[in-house]
């Protein structure tokens, strides 16, 4: 069995504003990196990691012993016109509303649709569980976007829930379990065991 965490990155300051931070490139909160030196993780074989700077710190925080591997498939989606600002900033706004109205199925004016997003973050997913396969790893990590965790989880998340239901705090995430050759050969269930919240050293 391969034992995978799903961490949320740490807060930045578009997150401390509610803002849509996709593809801007900001830096934790020099705070919450702090704050992230004061909880302690278990040691993982691999960290894997969106290539953002918020997730790249995030990762050699929580692991300072590896190095992370970068899968530019788990960055966090492109939110076109409505990227850093928040929902003060686009209530006025036509498209925003319209993007409201259809439960976000709509594709963000100049960004990504969520059917793209969600088909690259699986498709991220299938190259770290191939290279857990092939490399027979046992614990894993990934330090990514909630967005991303709540592709992976809201698709092969069992016991199953809606997308939305998957959503996790800044620096928090998921224990799964799951066979990373069931998962290669097409079974693609991961069991949730636990939530990860923070804990103090």
């Given at each position: 069995?391969?034992?995978?965490?799903?961490?949320?990155?740490?807060?930045?300051?578009?997150?401390?504003?509610?803002?849509?931070?996709?593809?801007?490139?900001?830096?934790?909160?020099p705070?919450?990196?702090?704050?992230?030196?004061q909880?302690?993780?278990?040691?993982?074989?691999q960290?894997?990691?969106?290539?953002?700077?918020?997730?790249?710190q995030?990762?050699?925080?929580?692991f300072?012993r590896?190095?992370p591997?970068?899968?530019?498939?788990?960055?966090?989606?492109?939110?076109?016109k409505?990227?850093?600002?928040?929902?003060?900033?686009?209530r006025n706004?036509?498209?925003?509303?319209?993007?409201?109205?259809?439960?976000?199925g709509?594709?963000?004016p100049?960004?990504?649709?969520?059917?793209?997003?969600?088909?690259?973050?699986?498709?991220?997913?299938?190259?770290v569980?191939?290279?857990?396969?092939?490399?027979?790893?046992?614990?894993?990590?990934?330090?990514?976007?909630?967005g991303?965790?709540?592709?992976?989880?809201?698709?092969?998340?069992?016991p199953?829930k809606?997308?939305?239901?998957?959503?996790?705090?800044?620096?928090?995430?998921y224990?799964?379990?799951?066979s990373?050759?069931?998962?290669?050969r097409?079974?693609?269930?991961?069991?949730?065991?636990?939530?990860?919240?923070r804990?103090?050293?």
């Amino acid at each position: 069995m391969l034992k995978m965490n799903i961490i949320r990155h740490g807060k930045t300051y578009g997150n401390s504003k509610g803002r849509y931070i996709g593809t801007t490139d900001e830096p934790l909160l020099p705070e919450e990196a702090e704050a992230l030196r004061q909880y302690t993780l278990e040691e993982m074989e691999q960290v894997f990691a969106s290539p953002l700077m918020r997730c790249v710190q995030t990762a050699k925080i929580l692991f300072p012993r590896k190095d992370p591997c970068l899968i530019s498939e788990f960055s966090e989606c492109d939110f076109g016109k409505f990227e850093n600002k928040n929902y003060q900033e686009l209530r006025n706004n036509p498209d925003y509303q319209k993007w409201l109205d259809s439960g976000g199925g709509l594709i963000f004016p100049g960004g990504e649709s969520m059917v793209e997003f969600q088909e690259r973050c699986l498709a991220g997913l299938e190259v770290v569980v191939a290279m857990a396969y092939e490399k027979d790893w046992k614990k894993i990590a990934l330090i990514v976007h909630e967005g991303t965790i709540m592709t992976i989880l809201g698709t092969y998340g069992f016991p199953p829930k809606d997308y939305f239901e998957w959503h996790v705090n800044n620096g928090e995430g998921y224990q799964v379990r799951f066979s990373a050759e069931a998962f290669y050969r097409g079974s693609r269930e991961l069991v949730v065991d636990n939530k990860i919240v923070r804990s103090k050293k």
